[in-house]
């Protein structure tokens, strides 16, 4: 048989002193305080935002062909504004090349026949003139498509008379005569007595005024506008009423 190994020798004196007896309950305790688990680590959310939301994903829009009528309403919109720009730049350059100018009105000559008064405000009076309608342009023929010519006394209209339309070529003049007959005009008393006085002091003053629309062809372009003349004469007393002076004037 083997033999057994000795037995371990003791500890030493100071080990022995340096071990403590521990009693049972404080094991307990222990082992209690050892089995309690851990506090969570709280963290506080107030300071952090969620992040935004993210924007939603572009779709793109179906597609759609235009309708076929709308393009035609286009294509013709784009045509009409070529040809009115070039109708437009057309007449420009034609007429700073021309350069047209307007007809004149003028009175020559005229007569006063005989004014008289049947009553206090009831004129009767006979008066002529000659008028002279001139074409000034070079390049361009103009036709009066209307022509009204009314005679006045201050601003009282007395008797009216109208010229037949006509054609004028490049500097051509035309000489119309005007019968102007009045008969039983009521003129405001005060208007009346001025006449009197100045058929008595033999210088009787009087105004015509003429409206003409006037039409000027240049090639295949046609341009229409009204002309308006203003003429102050000044006679001498009927029945041999001549003209002494005149102004007149004419413009658009």
């Known amino acids: 048989m083997l033999a057994l190994p000795p037995p371990p020798p003791p500890p030493p004196l100071a080990t022995r002193k340096q071990i403590k007896q521990v009693s049972p309950h404080q094991i307990v305790i222990a082992k209690q305080h050892s089995q309690e688990p851990e506090a969570p680590n709280y963290v506080s959310t107030k300071s952090i935002r969620p992040p935004p939301p993210l924007p939603p994903p572009l779709r793109r829009p179906p597609f759609q062909r235009t309708n076929p009528i709308?393009?035609?309403?286009?294509?013709?919109?784009?045509?009409?504004?070529?040809?009115?720009?070039?109708?437009g730049v057309a007449t420009l350059i034609i007429f700073l090349g021309i350069k047209p100018r307007n007809p004149t009105f003028d009175i020559p000559n005229a007569n006063l026949n005989s004014v008289y008064f049947d009553s206090p405000e009831y004129l009767n009076g006979d008066f002529t003139l000659l008028a002279n309608i001139t074409n000034p342009n070079r390049k361009i023929d103009v036709r009066f498509e209307s022509l009204d010519v009314e005679l006045f006394f201050s601003d009282r209209i007395i008797s009216t008379q109208s010229i037949q339309p006509f054609t004028q070529?490049?500097?051509?003049?035309?000489?119309?005569?005007?019968?102007?007959?009045?008969?039983?005009?009521?003129?405001?008393?005060?208007?009346?007595?001025?006449?009197?006085?100045?058929?008595q002091g033999n210088k009787v003053k009087y105004n015509?005024?003429?409206?003409?629309?006037?039409?000027?062809?240049?090639?295949?372009?046609?341009?229409?506008?009204?002309?308006?003349?203003?003429?102050?004469?000044?006679?001498?007393?009927?029945?041999?009423?001549?003209?002494?002076?005149?102004?007149?004037?004419?413009?658009r």
């Not at 709308?70 to 109708?87: D, E, R, T, Y």
């Not at 019968?179 to 100045?198: E, T, W």
């Open 169 to 199: 070529r490049r500097r051509e003049s035309r000489l119309e005569s005007l019968h102007f007959i009045s008969s039983l005009v009521f003129l405001p008393k005060d208007l009346g007595v001025n006449l009197k006085g100045q058929v």
């Open 70 to 87: 709308i393009w035609f309403a286009a294509g013709l919109c784009l045509i009409f504004s070529l040809v009115l720009i070039l109708f």
């Open 208 to 251: 015509v005024r003429g409206t003409f629309k006037v039409r000027v062809t240049v090639g295949l372009f046609h341009l229409s506008y009204w002309l308006h003349s203003r003429c102050q004469i000044e006679m001498t007393g009927p029945p041999t009423g001549v003209l002494v002076a005149r102004n007149c004037i004419t413009k």
